[in-house]
């Protein structure tokens, strides 16, 4: 999620008074707000959950009728974050029996260094690791502090799991660095701080379709990582930019080694009509499902489900 959406979303959801005490059934993926969809097939519960930025999520046993919305965010109040600065691209992943939350938090009140003058306010803004028992919530935090480093200000983190070591990968966000990157970070079994050091694994500049968001100060977006290995070993990369066009990208990476490290090579964009910020993940009748949101400006973007098909070397669109 870029920065310049953050105001617009927050003017949103103060309209919008939905509570979890407001939950409505029936509901068309058309009907609702939703940014930075992510959707968890839980076999536990036969449901699907969407969770979107805002600390907001909705829960389906179809894809086509949902229920909500509902909140799953719980932090105490000596937390480095504040929930009214921002809750962006929440994720929610099994690991070892329980639910895992990667979600980035912000704290509007804690400044931090970037290159050259600000094209927008530099402050904390970092992916977050929280845990709870139930797809629904509470996610509490691990620890009181970011996961990632203080200083980095970090998006969109994903979980990943490479020979059972877990792994965060993430976008550091172009309003410190301009070329905004995609890094990866080992993490420790329990999930609770960082393993190691960082390392860049592409810039947003490497995309021969990406364009820059400033062309007097060469500012790129990357967001919305979600690796995917398909069934044939191939490592691919979900990830978003804007193009020449100024319409926001769904854009596709395969990494030639295989591996989370890469070198990673730039694909044809999978959907250039406004679309981005996806993730895969398959349904319960085991077909493969894309969901993105589009438009991408709040507070008209939805999400949207395409069906794909895993080729072995890459994916494809089937709708």
Known sequence: MTSKLYFLFCILLAASGLSADKQKEGL?????????????ADEKTETYYLYSTGGKAFSSKDLETWKGPFKFIELPDESW????????????????????????????DRSVEGKG??????????????????????????????????????????FFLEDGQPWMVYCHEWVQVL??????????????ETA???KLLFRGSDAP????????????????????RTKAGKLLMLWSSWQKNHNYTQGLA????????????????????????GMIFETFDGRLMLVVHRPTMSPDSRARLHEIKDTGDSIKLID
């Open 254 to 277: 395969v990494s030639t080694s295989g591996r989370i490290e890469g070198p990673w090579k730039q694909e044809k964009p999978l959907l250039t009509n406004d679309s981005g910020h």
């Open 209 to 228: 379709w990406a364009a820059p968001i400033n062309k007097n100060r060469k500012a790129y977006v990357t967001d919305g990582c979600f690796l995917y």
């Open 179 to 192: 070329d905004g990157t995609v890094e990866a970070v080992r993490l420790t079994d329990d999930l609770s």
């Open 81 to 108: 974050a504040n929930l009214k600065h921002g809750a962006w691209a929440p994720e929610v992943h099994i690991y070892k029996g329980k639910y895992y939350l990667f979600v980035t938090l912000h704290n509007q």
């Open 28 to 40: 068309k993926l058309e009907d609702f707000h939703a940014h930075d969809p992510f959707v968890l």
């Open 117 to 158: 003058q600000p094209l927008r306010p530099r402050h904390m803004r970092s992916t977050q690791v929280l845990v709870s028992d139930s797809p629904k919530g509470p996610f509490k935090p691990i620890t009181r502090k970011p996961t990632l480093p203080a200083g980095i200000m970090n998006l969109d983190g994903t």
């Open 196 to 198: 190691g050091q960082p």
